[in-house]
């Protein structure tokens, strides 16, 4: 394993990969808190929505997360924020009392899943096999 990840940031899902040296070939990484597995043909896809809600308590759901406690069209869930930020949208929500624009929201899903990534990449880099 040579420990590279990539992230596929799509407008409705997300998809992270990492690279499988032995093999060859990425493989798409699965977060159980996050995401969902997707049947495609032979292959089992790990997709995460992508979803982010800020809670009152300050706490932030992503993806299934979301989905699990019934939250995509609360108005503190941020949904299609691949879109919003290709389209330069200024538009930004006051949440919790504070303004939070699709930049910032975009920004606060990927870095969270960037780094729970390079936690998990990094154990699974560690553990014997």
């Known amino acids: ?9 799509g407008t409705s899902n997300t998809i992270i990969a990492i690279w ?8 798409s990484f ?5 995401g969902s597995y997707y049947q495609q043909g032979k292959e089992r896809i790990s997709i995460i929505p992508s979803l982010i809600h800020y809670s009152n308590d ?3 759901w992503l993806g299934q997360q979301v989905r699990q406690r019934n939250l995509e069209k609360n108005d503190s869930t941020f949904r299609w924020v ?3 930020i290709s389209n330069r949208s200024p538009i930004k929500r006051k949440i919790n009392g504070k303004q939070i624009s699709y930049q910032n929201a975009g920004k606060d899903f ?4 960037l780094i729970f990534a390079t936690q998990e990449l990094t154990l699974f880099c560690h553990v014997p096999r």
């Not at 394993?1 to 940031?9: E, N, P, Q, T, V």
């Not at 699965?30 to 996050?34: A, E, G, L, T």
């Not at 990927?110 to 899943?113: A, V």
């Open 1 to 9: 394993m040579s420990g590279r990840i990539a992230i596929d940031f």
């Open 20 to 27: 499988d040296e032995t093999i060859g070939e990425g493989q």
């Open 82 to 84: 691949k879109r919003y």
């Open 30 to 34: 699965h977060f159980s808190d996050y």
């Open 58 to 60: 300050n706490r932030r």
């Open 110 to 113: 990927l870095s969270t899943l």
